[in-house]
């Protein structure tokens, strides 16, 4: 088994801010928040610890299903070859905090076939410690992000009002984040997104488990809306 990940992610943004009311790396994920639960695409609740019980897992909380910047950053995961991952003995999850019915459309629409839930009630961000609100830090450049604000804004507008379940699919407030966790309870990195911008450049996470390298400058064959 691979040596636990244990250093944080260099980036333009500087050094990660952890919520200081959430975990650490080096700590283990507390039980309670291990026994929380998350739901699948059909509703089924499982708890959030069974993700990662007997591998690594790169686990990416989300700010919310309508947001352009993570919907461009999630089909940039999707990009990811599942053989990379399998080399490697990694899961990749992401995590959001919508109703469940909207976990399939979001995939069609992101061409992401990798494992996803939702955490309706926020309970693991939370725990986590999980910002919400903006913090006006300079972020850098995302290498994931593709559109404009406006024209990013206007294309969740849409989806929103042409959507068959109009909701805002989760609190537009929550931050995101990004876990490497398992096997077991084991944290290994943790980083708290501290604005919409602020997630980690891929490719410097899936480095810190051993998965290889991606090209993400080719356009997926998903059709936008």
């Given amino acids: 088994m691979a040596a ?5 992610v260099s980036g333009a943004a500087g050094p990660p801010s952890l919520a200081p009311s959430g975990p650490e790396r080096g700590q283990p994920l507390a039980a309670a ?3 929380l639960p998350v739901l699948d695409a059909a509703g089924r609740r499982l708890p959030f610890g069974a993700l990662f019980r007997e591998r690594r897992a790169v ?3 989300v ?3 309508l947001c352009y910047i993570c919907k461009e950053y999630v089909e ?3 990009k990811i070859p599942k053989s990379f991952l399998q080399e490697a003995d990694v899961t990749l999850i992401v995590i959001g905090q919508s109703s469940h ?4 459309p979001f995939c069609k629409l992101t061409g992401y076939s990798h494992e996803i839930y939702v955490d309706p009630e926020r309970e693991i961000y939370k725990r986590l410690g999980m910002k919400r609100g903006e913090e006006i830090a300079f972020s850098g450049q995302s290498p994931h992000v593709k559109s404009s604000l406006l024209s990013g804004s206007l294309q969740s507008l849409w989806r929103a009002v042409t959507g068959p379940l109009f909701d805002f699919q989760g609190d537009p407030a929550q931050q995101g ?3 490497i966790l398992g096997p077991g309870n084991n944290i290994h990195f943790i980083h708290c997104d501290r604005n ?3 997630h980690k450049p891929i490719n410097s996470v899936l480095q810190l488990v051993g998965v290889e390298r991606v090209n993400f400058t080719s356009r997926p064959s998903v059709m936008h809306v």
């Fill in 101 to 104: 019915h909207h976990i399939e």
């Fill in 59 to 61: 686990v990416l909380f």
């Fill in 63 to 65: 700010r919310h299903f």
């Fill in 177 to 179: 984040g990004t876990l």
């Fill in 76 to 78: 940039d995961l999707a």
């Fill in 33 to 35: 928040v291990a026994d």
């Fill in 4 to 8: 636990p990940v244990t250093r944080q």
């Fill in 196 to 198: 919409r911008l602020d």
